[in-house]
C-alpha cells in the first residue's frame, strides 16, 4: 500500500476551505514490513508519520530538494532517536554534494539544531536515473523529469500494482515522449496538475505559468491515455486552490478520463 500523507505544492494551507483534500506538502510512505518503511519526498506530510508507526529504518527518497519536498525534514523524530536508521536517496548532481543537504537543513540560525546533534543513523545514498532498487518484495525504479534544478520520478512497483510518482514534472519537452514509456504497464500515474490549463497559459491569473515546471491535469489526462495507465491521480495541488475548486477540477478530469481522482492527504492506493 502506498500511503499519501501530503498531497499540496510549493508551501502548506490550513483552514476550514481545506479540510477535504487536506494541506500538508509532498510524502508518501509505503510500509516495506513491521520494521521498515519507504518516503517519497520529505514535505511537511512527513510529520504524519512521527505519530504513524514505530518503524526502525526509513528509505527516503527525494525527487528534487525543492523546499516543499524537504521542510518536514528537520522536525522528524527518527533524526534524533539514536535506535533509528535512515538511508536518503537524492539525485546525483556535480553541484551537490552529497552531506550539503543535511548542513543546509540543519543549520543555524535558520534552525536551531546543527547537524552535529542529531542521533540517528543517517546515510546517503547518491542516485542517478536509470538505477532500480529492491526492499523486499517492493522495487523503485528512478529516471530523471523536467522541472527547474532537475527532478526524479519513481515507478514503485508492489507485487500487486505499479505506481508511477511524478511530483513535479513540466511537459513540452523530449521529457514527454520518456514519460509515457516510463509509466507504460503501470496502474496509477500519480501526476502533477498543479494548475488548471487556463491558469497554466495565462488565460487567468497574473500571468502565464509555462516555464514554472508544473502542468495540468489535461496534460495528466494524455500522458495517462497514451501509457495506458489505468487511473489518474491528480496530485501537486495549488496552495490556492481550495476544497471546491479541486472538487470542480476533479469533475473536469472525469469528464475526459473517467478514472481520475484527485489526491487528498490519508489517501491510501
Not at 527532478?151 to 500487486?160: G, N, Q, R, S, T
Not at 500494482?161 to 511524478?166: A, E
Request: with cysteine.
Amino acid at each position: 500500500m502506498l500511503h499519501l500523507l501530503g498531497t499540496r505544492g510549493t508551501l502548506p494551507v490550513a483552514g476550514q476551505s481545506f479540510v477535504k483534500y487536506g494541506g500538508n506538502t509532498t510524502c508518501l510512505m509505503a510500509p516495506i514490513d513491521n520494521e521498515s518503511c519507504l518516503v517519497f519526498d520529505g514535505g511537511t506530510g512527513l510529520s504524519s508519520l512521527n505519530n504513524y508507526k514505530n518503524f526502525n529504518e526509513y528509505h527516503i527518497f527525494l525527487s528534487h530538494l525543492h523546499w516543499d519536498h524537504i521542510v518536514g525534514m528537520p522536525v522528524f523524530k527518527a533524526f534524533y532517536n539514536s535506535s533509528k536508521r535512515i538511508h536518503i536517496y537524492l539525485e546525483n548532481k556535480v553541484e551537490m554534494e552529497s552531506t550539503d543537504i543535511l548542513d543546509v537543513l540543519f543549520k543555524p540560525p535558520f534552525f536551531p539544531v546543527p547537524k552535529s546533534k542529531l542521533m540517528g543513523d543517517i546515510r546517503i545514498h547518491l542516485v542517478d536515473s536509470g538505477d532500480q532498487f529492491r526492499f523486499g518484495a517492493i522495487s523503485v525504479h528512478a529516471a530523471n523529469g523536467n522541472h527547474p534544478d532537475g527532478v526524479l520520478m519513481h515507478k514503485i512497483i508492489f507485487p500487486d500494482k505499479k505506481i508511477l510518482f511524478t511530483s513535479d514534472f513540466e511537459h513540452g519537452t523530449e521529457k514527454d515522449d520518456f514519460l509515457i514509456e516510463f509509466a507504460r504497464g503501470c496502474d496509477y500515474l500519480i501526476f502533477d496538475t498543479t494548475y488548471t490549463p487556463e491558469e497554466y497559459a495565462g488565460k487567468c491569473g497574473h500571468m502565464s505559468k509555462v516555464g514554472w515546471g508544473h502542468s495540468t491535469f489535461r496534460h495528466g489526462i494524455d500522458f495517462a491515455k497514451k501509457a495506458g495507465v489505468d487511473n489518474l491521480i491528480l496530485f501537486h495541488h495549488n496552495p490556492e486552490y481550495n476544497d471546491i475548486m479541486l472538487d470542480e477540477i476533479g469533475i473536469r478530469a472525469r469528464r475526459e478520463f473517467k478514472n481520475s481522482f484527485v489526491a487528498y492527504d490519508g489517501m491510501i492506493i
